[in-house]
């Protein structure tokens, strides 16, 4: 494993836990109520449920042992999700802080494009590799409910807009791993990450100029409608 893979993890696993900690933390899957006349948006459940598909297509089925560290992780991002998701649509709390009338992309349009897409063009022609090939193409475009989300709303708390910018890096972090390994490593072309990686940073570019540009002026993240 290269420096870049590691910290790219690192990357998308403090992503989670910092959407976990503003779950439990403040009881609420909302924003933080920041300016008047806004409403208070926060995460998307349609892009925690893409995830939850992502994790188990990739993870369950897929058995054969490569160390403890990635045994570790599989289990890690499954229960995470899982858990998000569980707070949002269950806890008794968090639950009324969900703002379901605003999250309304039809985040099932992008299930079976994705799916389709994996039996055409899969890794190897085998159910494990072509679940694992869906799981590329889904969490290139999962992203997708949460950005439409936040355009709805000028209400960006720092907790969510932090979560959106680390789960961005880490895929960036992982486009660095995939160079290094091509050069250093075995010289492998792997078309269908490297594309997929390269179409879902694409889809942070906004978001990362937006958010650097109000870090950089001290001001409130807006995204433009």
Known sequence: MNLFRLVGDMTHLLSIVVLLLKIRTTKSCAGKQV??????????????????????????????????????????????????????????????????????????????????????????????????????????????????????????????????FLLGAYRALYILNWVYRFYVEDHKVRWIPWLSGLAQTALYADFFYYYIKSWKNRELLKLPA
């Open 35 to 164: 300016q008047k006349g806004f409403p208070e948006l926060g995460i998307s459940l349609k892009t925690q449920e893409l995830y939850v598909l992502v994790f188990l297509s990739r993870y369950l089925f897929f058995t054969r042992y490569i160390s403890l560290y990635n045994s570790i992780m599989k289990l890690v991002f499954i229960g995470t999700s899982i858990a998000i998701v569980w707070y949002m649509r269950y806890h008794k709390v968090v639950k009324q802080t969900y703002n379901q009338d605003e999250d309304t992309f039809k985040h099932y349009f992008l299930i079976l494009p994705s799916f389709v897409l994996a039996l055409l063009i899969p890794h190897a022609f085998n159910s494990v590799e072509i679940l694992w090939t869906f799981s590329i193409y889904l969490e290139a475009v999962a992203i997708l409910p949460q950005l439409v989300l936040l355009q709805r709303s000028r209400n960006i708390d720092n907790l969510t807009g932090n979560y959106v």
